[in-house]
C-alpha cells in the first residue's frame, strides 16, 4: 500500500507552500502548481507502485483540484483535459457534510479559519467566516457534480468518527469483493491489475 | 460572475496593447533581434515591458534544481514550464496589455508546442494547457538551417546540458547527436505551425543589421494604428 495526496510532491511541494504564504499566485499559475504536483507524484511514486501491484490511497486527487479551481473561475473542459493525465480511481470515496458543520470543526480542531479554506483570495463575503460559508458551499456544489459525473460513494460525514469509518470499510468490502467476483484470475502482486488501470485516460478537446 | 470574465480562455480576447513574441530553435538569433527592438521602442518613447521564458521567481528554484537532479518527466517538464508561463502572464504580461502597453516576450505558447511534443506530450493536451493565453498581435518565428543554428550554439561551448540536448528523450547516448536530433524534431514542429499560426517567417541566416531591417519594418506596420496609453509619454 502506498499514500499520496496533495502538496506531497518532491518536485513542487515546498514551492507551493512558499508561494502560497505570499498569496501572491494568480490564479491560473495556482491550478497548474497543483496539476504538477500532482503528475510528479502520479508519474513517479504511483503509476510504478500501481505497476507493481500495490494498492494506492489518495487523501483528495484531482477532483478536489477541480473543485477548488471551479470556485475561482476556470473552465471544467479546460480542467478535464489539463487532468487528462492522471489514471482514474477505482473507487472515489466523498464525505460530505454542511458547510456548517465544517465550520464548527475547523475552529474545534484548529480555533481559527484558514485563509485558503475561506476562499480568501477570492474573497466570497465581507467576512472570513461568511467567506467560509459561502466558499464551502460553492465547492460543495462542484463536487456533487462532479460526483454525478464520476461517480462518488457519497457517505455521510455528520456522525462519529467511527461510524463514517464503518461505512467506509463497507463501501470498500462490497468493491472488493466485487472485483474478486468479476476478475478471480487476477493475483495482487502480478501487475495485471495495474496495466488494466494504468492506461492515460484522455479528455476530448472540443 | 465576474470570475468567470477574468478566467475566460485567451485566444478570442482583446486587449489594447501590442504582444509581439519571438520564436525559434536556439541559436536563431531571436534574443538579439528582440533586444534591438526593446532599446528601440524604448528610444521612441512607447510603454515596454520584457519577459522571457523560464524566469518567474516562484518555480524557478524548483525548476533548476529538478534539471540538475534530473527528476523530470515528459508531462512534469511541461507542466512546470506552463506553471512559470502562467505566474508571468497573469503578472507581466496581462495586466500591461490590458494597460495598453507593448509586451515584448522571447518565446511563448509556441515553445512549448514545439518543445513539449518533440519531447512526446499529446499536442491537443499540451494546447489545452495554454488555452488561457491571448493571441500575440505579431508572431515573429527565426527561420535558419538547422546547421546554423546548432552551429551557433555548439560554438564555444564546453558542453551541453541534459535537458537542452534532449537526453531525456532518448534519442541518442552521445549530447552532441541528441541535441541535433531534438532541435530537427523541435524545428518540424515549428515549420508545422508556421502558417496556421500565422507566424512573421524571419531569414535567420542574414547579418544582425539586414534581420533588424526586416522586424524593425514588421513592427512599424502593425503600431501603425497604436496609440499609447494617455499620458504615458
Aim: proline share 5%; glycine share 6%; aromatic share 10%.
Amino acid at each position: 500500500m502506498l499514500e499520496m495526496g496533495i502538496r506531497r510532491s518532491d518536485l513542487l511541494g515546498k514551492a507551493i507552500s512558499s508561494a502560497k504564504r505570499g498569496n501572491l499566485l494568480g490564479k491560473t499559475t495556482l491550478s497548474l502548481l497543483y496539476a504538477t504536483d500532482l503528475a510528479d507524484q502520479l508519474e513517479n511514486r504511483i503509476v510504478p507502485a500501481m505497476q507493481a501491484g500495490f494498492v494506492v490511497l489518495a487523501d483528495r486527487y484531482i477532483y478536489t483540484l477541480m473543485a477548488r479551481d471551479l470556485a475561482r473561475g476556470a473552465d471544467l473542459k479546460w480542467l478535464k483535459s489539463l487532468f487528462g493525465i492522471a489514471l482514474e480511481p477505482d473507487l472515489i470515496i466523498f464525505l460530505d457534510a454542511e458547510p456548517e458543520v465544517l465550520f464548527y470543526r475547523t475552529l474545534a480542531k484548529y480555533g481559527e479559519l484558514n485563509y485558503w479554506e475561506s476562499g480568501m483570495d477570492l474573497p466570497m463575503g465581507s467576512s472570513m467566516f461568511e467567506s467560509f460559508l459561502k466558499y464551502q458551499a460553492s465547492l460543495r456544489k462542484n463536487f456533487h457534480r462532479l460526483g454525478d459525473e464520476y461517480g462518488f460513494k457519497m457517505i455521510d460525514a455528520t456522525p462519529s468518527p467511527k461510524k463514517i469509518h464503518k461505512k467506509i470499510s463497507a463501501v470498500v468490502s462490497d468493491y472488493l469483493a466485487q472485483l474478486e467476483q468479476n476478475a478471480p484470475s487476477v493475483q495482487p502482486g502480478t501487475g495485471q491489475i495495474a496495466q488494466a488501470i494504468s492506461r492515460p485516460v484522455r479528455v476530448e478537446e472540443d | 460572475m465576474a470570475l468567470k470574465k477574468i478566467r475566460g480562455l485567451g485566444m478570442n480576447k482583446k486587449y489594447p496593447g501590442r504582444l509581439i513574441v519571438v520564436e525559434g530553435c536556439d541559436g536563431s538569433g531571436k534574443s538579439t533581434q528582440l533586444h534591438l527592438l526593446r532599446v528601440w521602442l524604448q528610444s521612441q518613447g512607447y510603454p515596454v515591458v520584457f519577459t522571457e521564458w523560464n524566469s518567474s521567481a516562484i518555480v524557478k528554484q524548483a525548476t533548476r534544481r529538478a534539471k540538475r537532479k534530473e527528476l523530470l518527466t515528459p508531462t512534469t517538464f511541461s507542466l512546470i514550464h506552463a506553471c512559470d508561463f502562467a505566474d508571468r502572464y497573469e503578472k507581466v504580461i496581462l495586466p500591461p496589455l490590458h494597460a495598453g502597453c507593448i509586451v515584448l516576450a522571447d518565446r511563448y505558447v509556441y515553445t512549448a508546442y514545439a518543445r513539449d511534443v518533440a519531447r512526446g506530450c499529446d499536442l491537443p493536451w499540451v494546447r489545452n494547457t495554454y488555452r488561457f493565453a491571448v493571441q500575440p498581435t505579431i508572431a515573429f518565428y527565426f527561420h535558419a538551417p538547422l546547421e546554423v543554428s546548432i552551429s551557433r550554439i555548439l560554438f564555444g561551448r564546453p558542453s551541453l546540458k541534459y535537458y537542452e540536448a534532449g537526453m531525456d528523450v532518448g534519442l541518442s547516448l552521445d549530447p552532441v547527436e541528441s541535441f541535433k536530433l531534438f532541435q530537427g524534431r523541435i524545428k518540424d514542429q515549428y515549420d508545422k505551425m508556421a502558417r496556421s499560426e500565422q507566424f512573421v517567417t524571419i531569414d535567420a541566416t542574414r547579418s544582425i543589421h539586414e534581420t533588424w531591417g526586416e522586424v524593425h519594418k514588421v513592427v512599424q506596420e502593425k503600431l501603425a494604428d497604436y496609440e499609447p496609453p494617455a499620458g504615458k509619454i
